[in-house]
T-cell receptor, first 118, second 114 residues
């Protein structure tokens, strides 16, 4: 099956710093990537949808200036949490899909990145 | 009202038991229904995928969709300790990737004890 990787798997940073999380599709070209956030014992909440070469579409309530998304190639999308604060501590998960005609079962998830902001 | 409702549990059963997990939803446009399994601190992995109403079976797992009641279920037969995980239901209204965003339930935490 298709593989999506994330790096780093875990990061701890000080309040006020910026953190970059990478999401890569290893064996397919990801036209679209999704970024989710998951708090403990909560569901996955979609933050934004990014298409290669265009600006990301953010969900209501998600600050686009705080969560910068770059989908510069068909295999890489990055999420940068700028000026991170303790309330940004969460589990960030990306998913990727090959094309606009893809069915939902071909959305592949990464292993997640646990961010802890001190 | 949330679009997808799922009882978070926790649910604890003995090995060999039949497990029943379910979700309800409010959006009648949902046509694709998925069940994901998520182990602690890992990303979700797709377990079952169903289009529209009906049943689908895969080994010990059976997914059921009742669109008239807006209710979906996942049954696990002969449950094993390795089935211990959080099970998330997810739904989608459209086929295209940008339109087919997934709506997740909260997840039900399942523990199968030996």
């Amino acid at each position: 099956g298709a593989v999506v990787s994330q790096h780093p798997s875990r990061v701890i940073c000080k309040s006020g710093t910026s953190v970059k999380i990478e999401c890569r599709s290893l064996d397919f070209q990801a036209t679209t990537m999704f970024w989710y956030r998951q708090f403990p014992k909560q569901s996955l909440m979609l933050m934004a949808t990014s298409n290669e070469g265009s600006k990301a579409t953010y969900e209501q309530g998600v600050e686009k200036d705080k969560f910068l998304i770059n989908h510069a190639s068909l295999t890489l999308s990055t999420l940068t949490v700028t000026s991170a604060h303790p309330e940004d501590s969460s589990f960030y998960i990306c998913s990727a899909t090959e094309g606009l005609a893809s069915s939902p079962d071909t959305q592949y998830f990464g292993p997640g990145t646990r961010l802890t902001v001190l | 009202q949330k679009e997808v409702e799922q009882d978070p549990g926790p649910l604890s059963v003995p090995e060999g038991a039949i497990v029943s997990l379910n979700c309800t939803y409010s959006n009648s446009a949902f046509q694709y229904f998925m069940w994901y399994r998520q182990y602690s601190r890992k990303g979700p992995e797709l377990l079952m995928y169903t289009y529209s109403s009906g049943n689908k079976e895969d080994g010990r797992f059976t997914a059921q969709v009742d669109k008239s009641s807006k209710y979906i279920s996942l049954f696990i037969r002969d449950s094993q300790p390795s089935d211990s995980a959080t099970y998330l239901c997810a739904m989608s209204a459209n086929r295209g990737s940008t339109l087919g965003r997934l709506y997740f339930g909260r997840g039900t935490q399942l523990t199968v004890w030996p």
